[in-house]
């Protein structure tokens, strides 16, 4: 088996974007995938809007800038800082068909900035704090009405705000001391309200400071929260004797419900929604304590929070929950046997069963595109490295081993660019600044 995905993987063509149009240089480009905040949450690395995917890249001409790639052509949208500093966009957010995210130029410092992909439409917001001194915005939420509610960073302005990008809309909801004292922060699917933790509760708000209230005296896991319906939340918190909690928070006034207690883990770090996807209208989820993990659903009550599938015996949790509406699909590792196994689930006990096994532990980030599984795994024999299956023995290999030899390119924010075709990041050691953007189909 080892064998024949070696033999495969050389058939397999694929080349680091490197051709950047908007420069004639053809400066290498790079990315940085690693995470800008805590663990618990990771910064958005790329964004699909349109045939077009956005990212920051680096190029020593122009810095950390926005770029964009069709999986053919890449360029860079705009030069908003010019110069080799570069405005180093962060937090890219998708929010109503337009990239927002916080940036910095030399005239008003670190900002909220807003694009629809283009250099023409890609300007600042709004300048929070008047001049070059920077506001330094993070944790965009979009809610209805237009409106962005984020967090700024500044000693001066630290708290929450709220604004649709003109002077009379903006306003600050809450202070706080440390800008990450608001934890996990989402937005519910019509705008009308987001959650997030802070100060050992739960809290939710309509982008107003009568409407921002505790909604649960309890402290949050490092699960996000997951949207379910139209203004409800399920949420992770810990109680007392450090069991995790599955909460769903309904939207309104009436009191949140307790679904699910998950016994204190002895060595799984992973508890619920840490690993969770929306599948046929309801949240899956994976519970994992000692060498026992289980598949679980919920549509948001207690009645209809369900286990599907258990299994035991295995040391690495359940992981990447991923769907394509249709079925869903994640990946068992087991590290002591070198051995992975992607499973495949209609929602069903009698439905959930294996798909492929390949070779190799560590098995995760899962993207689905085009019928087939893109993910990253790690052999003995060629480190972590970007596999692909679409189900068969044959069909199921390493695509390239771009650090030839035991040494690992660690392919990072696996997107899907077209069918069959997917967008990511990885180091083969050759680049000035490790990692690049790569595509591969």
């Given at each position: 088996?080892?064998?024949?995905?070696?033999?495969?993987?050389?058939?397999?063509?694929?080349?680091?974007?490197?051709?950047?149009?908007s420069?004639?240089?053809?400066?290498?480009?790079?990315?940085?995938?690693?995470?800008?905040?805590?663990?618990?949450?990771r910064?958005?690395?790329?964004?699909?809007?349109?045939?077009?995917?956005?990212?920051?890249?680096?190029?020593?001409?122009?810095?950390?800038?926005?770029?964009?790639?069709?999986?053919?052509?890449?360029?860079?949208?705009?030069?908003?800082?010019?110069?080799?500093?570069?405005?180093?966009?962060?937090?890219?957010?998708?929010?109503g068909?337009?990239?927002?995210?916080?940036?910095?130029?030399?005239?008003?410092?670190?900002?909220?900035?807003?694009?629809?992909?283009?250099?023409?439409?890609?300007?600042?917001?709004?300048?929070?704090?008047?001049?070059?001194?920077?506001?330094?915005?993070?944790?965009?939420?979009?809610?209805?009405?237009?409106?962005?509610?984020?967090?700024?960073?500044?000693?001066?302005?630290?708290?929450?705000?709220?604004?649709?990008?003109?002077?009379?809309?903006?306003?600050?909801?809450?202070?706080?001391?440390?800008?990450?004292?608001?934890?996990?922060?989402?937005?519910?699917?019509?705008?009308?309200?987001?959650?997030?933790?802070?100060?050992?509760?739960?809290w939710?708000?309509?982008?107003?400071?009568?409407?921002?209230?505790?909604?649960?005296?309890?402290?949050m896991?490092?699960?996000?929260?997951?949207?379910i319906?139209?203004?409800?939340?399920?949420?992770?918190?810990?109680?007392?004797?450090?069991?995790?909690?599955?909460?769903?928070?309904?939207?309104?006034?009436?009191?949140?419900?307790?679904?699910?207690?998950?016994?204190?883990?002895?060595?799984?770090?992973?508890?619920?929604?840490?690993?969770?996807?929306?599948?046929?209208?309801?949240?899956?989820?994976?519970?994992?304590?000692?060498?026992?993990?289980?598949?679980?659903?919920?549509?948001?009550?207690?009645?209809?929070?369900?286990?599907?599938?258990?299994?035991?015996?295995?040391?690495?949790?359940?992981?990447?929950?991923?769907?394509?509406?249709?079925?869903?699909?994640?990946?068992i590792?087991?590290?002591?046997?070198?051995?992975?196994?992607?499973?495949?689930?209609?929602?069903?006990?009698?439905?959930?069963?294996?798909?492929?096994s390949?070779?190799?532990?560590?098995?995760?980030?899962?993207?689905?595109?085009?019928?087939?599984?893109?993910?990253?795994?790690?052999?003995?024999?060629?480190?972590?490295?970007?596999?692909?299956?679409?189900?068969?023995?044959?069909?199921?290999?390493?695509?390239?081993?771009?650090?030839?030899?035991?040494?690992?390119?660690?392919?990072?924010?696996?997107?899907e660019?077209?069918?069959?075709?997917?967008?990511?990041?990885?180091d083969?050691?050759?680049?000035?600044?490790?990692?690049?953007p790569?595509?591969?189909?």
């Amino acid at each position: 088996m080892l064998a024949l995905l070696a033999v495969s993987a050389e058939s397999r063509a694929q080349k680091p974007i490197k051709d950047i149009d908007s420069n004639p240089l053809q400066l290498r480009l790079s990315t940085n995938p690693s995470p800008a905040r805590p663990g618990w949450r990771r910064e958005r690395q790329f964004l699909r809007l349109g045939a077009w995917t956005y990212f920051k890249g680096n190029t020593p001409v122009t810095g950390a800038e926005l770029f964009r790639t069709n999986g053919t052509k890449t360029e860079l949208v705009k030069d908003i800082y010019p110069g080799s500093d570069g405005s180093n966009p962060t937090d890219l957010t998708l929010i109503g068909g337009k990239i927002y995210f916080s940036a910095k130029d030399p005239l008003h410092g670190r900002e909220l900035w807003v694009s629809d992909g283009t250099a023409k439409g890609t300007r600042i917001l709004i300048d929070f704090v008047s001049g070059s001194a920077s506001s330094n915005p993070l944790f965009l939420i979009g809610l209805s009405k237009g409106r962005i509610l984020c967090v700024l960073g500044a000693r001066s302005v630290m708290g929450l705000w709220v604004t649709n990008g003109t002077p009379a809309s903006t306003k600050q909801i809450a202070k706080s001391v440390t800008p990450y004292e608001y934890r996990g922060m989402a937005g519910v699917r019509d705008g009308s309200l987001a959650y997030f933790g802070y100060r050992g509760g739960i809290w939710s708000t309509d982008g107003t400071v009568r409407g921002t209230r505790l909604v649960l005296k309890a402290k949050m896991t490092y699960g996000p929260f997951r949207s379910i319906g139209t203004n409800a939340m399920l949420c992770e918190v810990q109680d007392a004797a450090l069991n995790a909690e599955i909460w769903m928070l309904p939207g309104t006034p009436r009191t949140p419900v307790r679904l699910f207690t998950i016994p204190r883990p002895m060595f799984n770090s992973g508890l619920g929604l840490q690993w969770s996807v929306e599948f046929k209208g309801k949240i899956w989820f994976a519970v994992g304590r000692k060498d026992t993990f289980a598949l679980y659903s919920t549509d948001g009550t207690p009645k209809g929070t369900v286990k599907v599938s258990s299994w035991t015996g295995h040391l690495d949790i359940l992981q990447g929950l991923v769907t394509d509406g249709k079925t869903l699909k994640f990946v068992i590792s087991n590290h002591l046997s070198n051995q992975s196994v992607i499973w495949i689930s209609d929602g069903t006990t009698k439905g959930t069963k294996p798909w492929i096994s390949l070779p190799g532990s560590g098995t995760r980030r899962l993207c689905l595109s085009g019928g087939k599984v893109f993910l990253r795994s790690s052999t003995a024999q060629s480190g972590s490295e970007l596999w692909v299956s679409d189900g068969t023995k044959a069909g199921t290999f390493m695509v390239r081993d771009l650090v030839v030899g035991t040494k690992s390119s660690i392919p990072w924010s696996i997107t899907e660019v077209s069918p069959g075709q997917v967008f990511f990041s990885a180091d083969d050691g050759t680049g000035l600044n490790k990692r690049e953007p790569w595509i591969s189909k």
